[in-house]
Structure formats: C-alpha cells, structure tokens
C-alpha cells in the first residue's frame, strides 16, 4: 500500500511568489492533516480535513494560506504571496475515520529568499 | 498552550539503551506518541501509548508513562547506529480534536 506522498519536495521560490503543495493521502483515508516546522521550531498544526470539510483549521497562521480538499481525496496548500518566515518543512499526514495515528508523508522543504 | 518538552541532544554507544524524555503540562492528553525522522526523510510512526496505560513495550522499544509527573520517555535498547535521527513525542489532547502537539525533538547520535 502507498503511503502519504506529498510534491514538491523542495521549491525555492521569491518573497511575494506563489508556491502550491500538494499531499496525497494513503487510499481511503478520510482525514488529512497539514503541519509545518519552521526552522528551529516545533512542528505544528496547521489544520484538519475530514474528506472534503475542514474539520479544525485553527492553526492556520493568516490568510496567505490556503488550503483546499476538492472531492476529498488529495489536497493542496497554497501560499500567496510567500513570505520569508513562511520557510520551513510542510508535512501532510493522514488517517482513517476514527484511527488514531496519523502517516506522515515526506514533507515539502520551501525556502522563500 | 500545550508545553512540551525534550532535551535537544542525547549521544549514545553503539549496544547501549537510549532513553528519550519528554515533559507536558497539559494533564487531558489521550494519546501519546513517538516518532522518529531521519536525515531527509518524513516522520515515522515508532510507537504510541494510551493515557490509560503505564507501559508498552515493542521489541527494543519500551514507552513508559508517568501521568502523575506528566513525563513520557521512550527507552531503545540495544542502540544501532541505524538508530541515529530526530526523536519526536507528540499528544493528543482531549477537546483537542485530533491534531497533533509535538516536542521539539531530540537528536539521538549513535557512536561506535
């Protein structure tokens, strides 16, 4: 069985670029999860989709980002404009309905200069 | 918030037990787990403990619990140099959903 994949997994881009993540979860997983690490820093939550629905989304640091879940199986993360600080490792994990550990995937690395 | 705590770095010989802490305030944690992340590589799911439980134990991998000192640790025995990477704990709190709270991390180096 596949496991998380996630892609990029490394993009360099310009302060005030736009850069979209994309995590695919393992099959039939009905929770994804977004976290990020900032360099240095814990790793945290972004926010919850159950299938399509955001479930939580209270780690979601402003309104530059945006994430999305269309027909509840991949999702994508969308940074607009990217910022310097927004630099660091994104993880995407996910779980079955009512599992309680979550598979990470390899994380997308985004560097903003 | 949630506090939770790790030494950054632990350095152990190869053959020997490595022992992972980890200190939390918050007392309504779930579910507690470890994962571990190599060089350039995402997070592996090593094991987890339910807040219920005391002990679990997994081949060379034993986690205790102490809910009353708020303390988890992760203890590896016979440490391989394949051993060496991130060690991540990470909660679940009730009323939390399911999002997860991680440590910082420590860093297991294995020397020969």
């Known amino acids: 069985e596949a496991g998380v994949t996630q892609f990029p997994s490394h993009s360099v881009i310009e302060k005030g670029q736009t850069v979209t993540l994309r995590c695919d979860p393992i099959s039939g997983h009905d929770n994804l999860y977004w976290y990020r690490r900032v360099m240095g820093k814990e790793i945290k939550f972004l926010l919850h989709f159950v299938k399509e629905s955001k479930q939580d989304e209270s780690g979601m640091p402003n309104n530059r980002f945006l994430a999305e879940r269309t027909g509840g199986t991949y999702s994508t993360l969308k940074v607009q404009p990217a910022e310097l600080e927004d630099s660091g490792v994104y993880f995407c994990a996910s779980s079955p309905r009512g599992g309680y550990e979550q598979f990470f995937g390899p994380g997308t690395r985004l560097t903003v200069l | ?112």
């Open chain 2, 1 to 112: 918030g949630e506090d939770v705590e790790q030494s950054l770095f632990l350095s152990v010989r190869e053959g020997d037990s490595s022992v992972i802490n980890c200190t939390y305030t918050d007392s309504s944690s779930t579910y507690l787990y470890w994962y571990k992340q190599e060089p350039g590589a995402g997070l592996q799911l090593l094991t987890y403990i339910f807040s219920n439980m005391d002990m679990k134990q997994d081949q060379r991998l034993t986690v205790l619990l102490n809910k009353k000192d708020k303390h988890l640790s992760l203890r590896i025995a016979d440490t391989q140099t394949g051993d060496s990477a991130i060690y991540f704990c990470a909660l679940i709190l009730t009323g939390g959903g399911n999002k997860l709270t991680f440590g910082t991390g420590t860093q297991l180096k294995v020397e020969l």
